[in-house]
């Protein structure tokens, strides 16, 4: 075998031992896109997945109430109180930072009461106030989804005597 055979059967092993090193480079960074894909799906779809938490609970300070809020609007949309309770509003913002109208964040405003309640995109925020005055109150989230226009994004604060 020749000089220049040896030198061209060098580089087409040289060659072929590159092709075998690079093989798994293609499975591998398809493998990363389809994880990443995955990840991005669960994220924007976890307020979709994740448990609700919402309700009123009495407590010995007063009523309790978790309310969540999503792009589709309050999940509660009737709240009964006492008159001269205490009542902490915990509001939870379903939405994520991604959505372009609002940021995900959201509110629970009842003018007639002070209470102007804004949770952060996927984040819980609470207020706590005393009605003194039995009425209806509309409370509602003007930050977003149509804002007091929109029917999903309020709701009524009864207040009984």
Request: charged share 20%; glycine share 10%.
């Amino acid at each position: 075998m020749s000089a220049s055979d040896k030198k061209r059967l060098e580089r087409v092993h040289e060659l072929e031992r590159g092709q075998r090193r690079q093989q798994w480079v293609r499975p591998v960074a398809f493998g990363l896109l389809v994880l990443a894909v995955i990840v991005g799906i669960g994220y924007f779809l976890s307020p979709l997945l994740s448990p609700k938490a919402s309700g009123v609970m009495q407590t010995e300070n007063g009523k309790v109430i978790n309310v969540q809020a999503a792009m589709d609007g309050f999940d509660l949309t009737e709240i009964h109180v006492k008159a001269g309770e205490t009542v902490t509003v915990n509001l939870r913002s379903l939405d994520n930072s991604m959505h372009t109208d609002g940021g995900g964040k959201h509110q629970f405003a009842i003018d007639e009461l002070g209470v102007n309640l804004v949770a952060q995109p996927m984040s819980t925020n609470s207020a706590t106030f005393t009605p003194t005055q039995p009425g209806e109150y509309t409370f509602y989230c003007d930050i977003c989804c149509g804002g007091k226009a929109n029917p999903t994004m309020n709701g009524k604060l009864i207040v009984e005597a």
